[in-house]
């Protein structure tokens, strides 16, 4: 079946077609890895294991990498505010990113790579593009020169006409659109960076953030993908300067789709950590919210429009999906996947990932008077292959009267015991006990239920 995704480069749907038969490679803007990631970010993170959960469905091979960002402007800075080593302060948040990602139901991609890891390619690249005359050398760093690079700008719609000739260059990595620049690739090294540094022939320093993604990318996956994606911030300038240096340097077209997620807003406004709106997933394990109800929640939204967070929403997202555990738990094994509704759950994740109409044609299907319940059973389990709900290991409900919060702990404790915390896992059962349900655990995985 035909596989329609939308290429912001083209700002149109498009038919996919990968560069090698069978399978896609795909690359995705992954985490700074300086504090805690936000909910925002894990839309975006959800949206990423949703394209690789689609091609996965259709049968393609999967060469998946997701970088970290483990030294830039940020992670340099806030390792000087806390006085830790850049090591320390990466590691600590690398493993809490990777934490929500599992708590999430996100797979791990293939290659998770540390962009500290990769700096001699980077340093190989800035070494090209200086000889190609690209890229020139300043007293602070090593920049690429945008007046040298065809179509610059061009996945960004940007109007070079109408940019200030008379701009100097730029050595942030961040910076507006309305101010497109010549950016570092390479910043010499000043007292502010302390220890973190590379020895290059061009001047010891280290590097700016675009060039990591680009060297990255190329290394592990090659000069040219199928498919590279980000959140829509990423756009500009980072996902065109990527274009800009890859290109430059192999004459090749980098990247044959490019898709984008949009926010998470509050009041209509970006969750960011600079604006101080943004929620934890502790914060919502907090008020009873578990994260795959949080999942359940983003996939009631379309990946490329905004949504905006309400603690109302959040909560009937998680009620509909204990009711759809719930409902779940009570049909029995045996039955084969029905063919036509997995032909229309296809044809809705294929249709660029329309996933709010995958969660509609769910409930349709458990709601059918037709379907015998086995069936039911076996071919929601095949479509949660991409919803990725956990359906088959969630804790069972033995009533579909089991208070959302009452099912939210019991996740909390399944979480605690996959990662052997057997202490917290105890004190979340003693909880429950409190509260007045039971769990029992079962050879078919955990079953809660009210206490006699
Ligand atoms: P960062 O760790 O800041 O580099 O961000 C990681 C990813 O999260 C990037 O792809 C961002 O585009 C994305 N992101 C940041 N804020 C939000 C938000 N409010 N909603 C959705 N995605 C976001
Ligand atoms: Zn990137």
Known sequence: MEIKIYNTSSRKIETFEPLKKGVVSMYHCGPT???????????????????????????????????????????????????????????????????????LNIKRPEHILRATEYV????????????????????DGIYLSIDKVPNYGALAHLDLSKSDQSQERIANDEYDKENPRDFALWKFKTPDDGPVSWQTPFGEGRPG?????????????????????????????????????????TGKQFVRYWMHGAFITVDGEKMAKSKRNFLKLEDLLEQSVSPLAYRY????????????????????????????????GTLPNGGVVNMSYKERFNECVN???????????SWELLKDPVVIDADKRSTLLDFDLVLGLRLDSSPKVASVEIPAEIQALAEARELARSEKDWQKADALRQEIGNRGFVIDDTPNGIVIRQAD
């Open 120 to 139: 001699d390619e980077m340093i190989r690249i800035i070494g090209i593009l200086l000889e190609k005359g690209v890229a020139y050398k300043t007293s």
């Open 297 to 328: 929640w983003s996939l009631t939204a379309h990946y490329r429009s905004p949504v905006n967070f309400t603690w109302e929403a959040i909560k009937a997202a998680q009620t509909a999906l204990i009711r759809m555990i719930g409902i779940f």
């Open 33 to 103: 890895v300086y504090d805690t990631p936000h909910i925002g970010n894990y839309r975006t993170f959800i949206f990423y294991d949703l394209v690789r959960r689609l091609f996965e469905y259709n049968g393609y091979k999967i060469a998946q990498a997701m970088n970290i960002t483990d030294v830039d402007d940020k992670t340099i800075k806030r390792s000087r505010e806390e006085a830790v080593d850049l090591k320390t302060l990466t590691s600590k948040y690398e493993k809490m990113f990777l934490d929500g990602l599992d708590a």
């Open 351 to 361: 249709d660029d990932l329309n996933m709010p109409k995958a969660i509609a044609l």
């Open 209 to 249: 953030w675009h060039i990591e993604c680009s060297a990255m990318s190329m290394k592990v996956l090659g000069e040219t993908i199928d498919i590279h994606t980000g959140g829509v911030d990423l756009l500009f300038p980072h996902h065109t300067n990527e274009i800009a240096q890859s290109e430059s340097v």
